[in-house]
C-alpha cells in the first residue's frame, strides 16, 4: 500500500472516500494530521451513538469504541493490569514461553513462522494473564480471525455463528469463574463487576474479547512483519545479532516500517469540522492510515529504509491520545524476547520464498503476513 499513500499524502491529505455500504468517510495519511485527529475530542470512537444501538457488536460497549467519561472508567479497570513495571515482571517467563517453542518445534530445520512461533507465543501470554485455558487457543485464533477480517467476510452466517460461540464459550468461562476465582485479570474484572456495578456483563464479555483478540492480532504480526524486515535487510539482521542492545531501537523500527495496524479504528465527526480546507460533514467517518503516518517524510528522514538504529522514534503503531494502545509495554516485551530468542538460536535463518509470493492477510485493519516460511540453519 505504502506508494499510494505516498500519493495520497503528496495529493490528497484528507481523502474523501465512499464505503461499499454507502457512507462517506475520509482517510487521514500525514502525520501531523493523524496526530491531530487521534487527540481531538470531535472526532467520537462511540459508534453506538453513530448507528443506533441495532447495529451493536460484542465490542460495542468496550474501551476502544467510546468516549470519556465511560472510556475512563473502563480504561481504568484494567490499566492496573499492564503498566509497565507489572508487565517487566512477566519477562522471564514470556523467555520461557518462546524458548519452549523453540525447543519443540516440529523441525529444527524449517518452520513456518507464523504458526509455529509467532503466533502461539501471544496467544499463550494473554491466555495466562486471562486465566482462560490455554489448550482452547486454536479456537480463540479461530475465533478472532473471524473477527478481524469480518468487513471482507461475504459469509455473514459464518460472523453469526462465531460470534455465538464465542460470546457461549466466555459466558460460561465466566460463571465458572465466579465460582472459583483466582488471581487472573478475568477474576479481578469479575470480583469488580460484583462489588458495584462498575462493568455491567455486557462490559465484561466486551473487554475480555477486546483483548483476546487485540491482545494477539496485533503481537503476531509485530514479530513476523519484524522477523520478515530483517530477513529482507540481512545487514540489518546481522548488526543486531552483532549489537543485540540494539533490540529496543529495532522493535521500534519494526512498528514504524511495517505496523501490525494499518488502519487504526474508525472515528467519526461529532459535529461539523474544518480540516486542512476540508468539510468534515457530522457523522462521516475518519479514518487514519497509521502506516501511512509512519512514512510520512515531513516526520521521518528516508521513511522508507528500514534502518534499526534510527534514533527517538514518534512512530504511531500504538496510535495516539487517550486510547493509546494499552497492551503497548506488554507488546515491546513480547516483540523484544520473541526476535532476540530466534535470532540467537537461528543466526542464519532466512527466508525459504520470494518475498513478493508472500499472501497478507486480508482486511484493512490489521497488516500481516499469512504463512512465512524460515529455513533455520
Ligand atoms: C488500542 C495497536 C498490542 C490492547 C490500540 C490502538 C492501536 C493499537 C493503534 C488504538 C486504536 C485507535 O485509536 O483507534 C497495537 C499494536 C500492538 C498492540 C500495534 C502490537 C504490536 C496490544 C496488546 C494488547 C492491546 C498486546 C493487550 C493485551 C489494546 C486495547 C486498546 C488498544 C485494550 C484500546 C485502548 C483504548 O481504547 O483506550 N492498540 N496494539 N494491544 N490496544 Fe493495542
Known sequence: PYPVYEKLRKDEPVFKVMFPHGEFGWIISRYEDAVQVLKDSRFSKDMVKRYGADRQSIFSSTMLFSDPPDHRRLRGLVQKAFTPQLVAGMRSHIQDIASDLLDNLPSQETMNLIDDYAFPLPIIVISEILGVPLEDRDKFRMWSNTFIEASTMKNTVLLQQHVQEFTEYLTAWFAKVRKDPGQDLISQLVI??????????????????????????????????????????????????????????????????????????????????????????????????????????????????????????????????????????LARLEGEIAVSTLLHRFPNMRLQADVDTLEWRPGMVVRGVKEIPVQLI
Open 192 to 329: 469488580a463487576e460484583e462489588s458495584g456495578d462498575q462493568l455491567s456483563e455486557k462490559e465484561l464479555l466486551g473487554v475480555v474479547s477486546l483483548l483476546i483478540i487485540a491482545g494477539h492480532e496485533t503481537t503476531v504480526n509485530l514479530i513476523g512483519n519484524g522477523i520478515l524486515a530483517l530477513l529482507e535487510h540481512p545487514e540489518q539482521r546481522d548488526l543486531l545479532i552483532k549489537r543485540p542492545e540494539l533490540i529496543h531501537q529495532a522493535i521500534e523500527e519494526m512498528l514504524r516500517y511495517n505496523g501490525p495496524v494499518e488502519f487504526s479504528t474508525s472515528r467519526w465527526a461529532s459535529e461539523d469540522i474544518e480540516f486542512r480546507g476540508q468539510h468534515i460533514a457530522k457523522g462521516d467517518l475518519v479514518i487514519v492510515a497509521l502506516d501511512s503516518a509512519n512514512r510520512d517524510e515531513e516526520q521521518f528522514k528516508d521513511p522508507d529504509v528500514f534502518d534499526i538504529t534510527r534514533e527517538k522514534s514518534s512512530h504511531l503503531a500504538f496510535g495516539k491520545g487517550i486510547h493509546l494502545c494499552l497492551g503497548a509495554p
